[in-house]
């Protein structure tokens, strides 16, 4: 899916965040200042945050508290691979809670 510029991904976002829940994954593709963040700003606030989003690049991950759970914001930009992941250490757990 594409979005016409910030309104339209702030209101993609805002549809598609009260349907997610935990452990869910969304990818999201794009050059740079394509609107990943602003995606991401957008979710973090429709699920309850007041939270300041900033783009991870030069961190790789940022984490934003919620009252249900926690958004992990992963900007896999600079990363060659699946592979650099374990080179840099990171375990990701993906778990199913039962509702």
């Given at each position: 899916m594409s979005t016409n510029g910030p309104d339209g991904t702030q209101a993609v976002a805002g549809l598609l965040a009260p349907l997610l829940?935990?452990?869910?994954?969304?990818?999201?593709?794009?050059g740079l200042a394509t609107g990943k963040t602003?995606?991401?700003k957008a979710v973090v606030a429709a699920l309850g945050s007041s939270a300041t989003?900033?783009?991870?690049?030069?961190?790789?991950?940022?984490?934003?508290?919620?009252?249900?759970?926690t958004v992990l914001h992963v900007d896999a930009y600079r990363l060659s691979g699946s592979m650099s992941i374990v080179t840099w250490g990171?375990?990701?757990t993906l778990t199913t809670q039962s509702p």
């Open positions: 829940r935990s452990g869910d994954v969304v990818l999201l593709t794009g602003t995606f991401v989003v900033t783009s991870p690049t030069f961190m790789l991950a940022q984490f934003y508290p919620l009252p249900q759970g990171w375990t990701i």
